[in-house]
């Protein structure tokens, strides 16, 4: 009596699975379309990446926004110049982005739901990616490139910066903070009209 009931479970699962792995390979090729922003250090890139995990974290739940994101950093390192540590430090601050939209949208479905949970997400996001980069990656990059090179670096946009803590809490959280927010925005544009595709709902 129930066959038909859990073949169509199996059919929804195949297709969540499947709109995952597609949205793990366009974070994945995103995360090469980066581009230099004039107020950062040339070592600072910016990219969409994170774009594609709010996306699967709004249609197909939090949880599915973070395997979005560990999936595409996994792939990431076999390409990576960072021996994992780009890779780990992209997945905690995705995980403190996405986590929160996808649980708060999840609750309380609605466009300002999202917009709040997506907002959230990018201030916790910026205010871990201080932690993250003074603990967890620049103490990699000492070892090609000198503490006080970066700091000259941000000391060229901004003299009043006198150590790399302050570097990360006056550029890089900030920097983080509209990383996010264009993923706000640019979900907040494409959502209502992809999300029945990413739900299946237009299939029979």
């Not at 379309?33 to 995990?53: A, T, Y």
């Not at 927010?181 to 959502?191: A, K, P, Q």
Request: glycine share 8%.
């Amino acid at each position: 009596m129930n066959t038909g009931n859990k073949t169509t479970g199996k059919r929804v699962d195949v297709w969540k699975l499947t709109m995952i792995a597609m949205l793990s390979a366009i974070a994945f090729v995103l995360m090469f379309l980066e581009f230099s922003v004039p107020v950062m250090p040339p070592f600072i890139k910016m990219d969409l990446s994170d774009l594609p995990e709010l996306i699967g974290a709004f249609a197909m739940g939090p949880v599915s926004g973070v395997v979005i994101c560990l999936i595409k950093n996994l792939l990431h390192l076999f390409l990576s110049t960072t021996g994992g540590v780009g890779e780990l430090s992209n997945f905690l601050l995705g995980v403190c982005f996405v986590l929160p939209a996808g649980l708060i949208y999840r609750k309380w479905k609605g466009k300002k739901s999202a917009v709040a949970g997506a907002l959230l997400g990018a201030v916790l996001m910026a205010m871990v990616s201080i932690v993250s980069n003074y603990y967890i990656v620049y103490p990699f990059y000492y070892n090609f490139m000198a503490k006080d090179a970066i700091l000259a670096a941000y000391q060229a946009i901004f003299p009043g910066v006198e150590n790399i803590l302050q570097c990360l809490i006056v550029f890089n959280a900030p920097f983080t903070f509209v990383k996010g927010l264009f993923s706000v925005v640019v979900t907040v544009l494409i959502y209502k009209h992809i999300s029945p595709f990413l739900k299946g709902r237009n299939r029979e």
